[in-house]
């Protein structure tokens, strides 16, 4: 059996991570690395205290037919992303890799092609984060480089 490399071996951790999810639409890992050490990790799930949608058995966007990717003041979770950099200081997030993985909850497949929200873009961003690497199969994955979320600012007006 031939040694995992380093990208992977983060990405099983974070795919590890989202075991954690109480999300019933998609479970998402995330792990924070610099310098070969791991900084902080983090799942979606809902706030401290509060009630999550695996124990509540309900969701209010599943319930309300919104797609992937819309209307998230309405989800009850805190991001992956978001837990991740919360749990750690922006000294140690400067120059920094996160590393993703999202699992669909039903089946337990891994989902390609998985990314960041732009709430959670605008986070990673001022974190100081330098690359995200989400996880697309277990061997293959997807590098962003955050300066290109800069660069490509997706919350200015489309231009005609």
Same mark, same amino acid.
């Given at each position: ?12 951790? &974070?795919?590890?991570? %989202?075991? *954690? #999810?109480?999300? $019933? ?7 924070? @690395? ?49 837990? &991740?950099?919360?749990? %750690?200081? *922006? #000294?140690?997030? $400067? ?7 999202? @699992? ?57």
């Amino acid at each position: 059996m031939g040694r995992v490399d380093k990208e992977n071996y983060y990405l099983d951790i &974070a795919e590890t991570v %989202a075991e *954690r #999810s109480t999300c $019933l639409r998609r479970c998402y890992g995330a792990i924070l @690395v610099k310098c070969d050490e791991i900084i902080a990790t983090g799942y979606n799930g809902a706030p401290r205290g509060r009630r999550n949608c695996a124990d509540l058995n309900y969701c209010t966007r599943e319930a309300m037919n919104i797609p992937s990717g819309e209307r998230y003041e309405l989800c009850r979770s805190v991001h992956a992303e978001a837990n &991740a950099i919360i749990s %750690a200081a *922006r #000294s140690e997030t $400067l120059g920094a890799t996160l590393y993703m993985a999202c @699992v669909d909850p039903a089946t337990g497949a891994l989902i390609p092609g998985s990314t960041s929200c732009s709430m959670c873009r605008r986070l990673i961003i001022n974190a100081g984060i330098q690359r995200v690497v989400i996880r697309n199969t277990k061997s293959e994955y997807s590098v962003v480089h955050v300066e290109d979320w800069i660069r490509e600012d997706d919350s200015l007006p489309q231009q005609n």
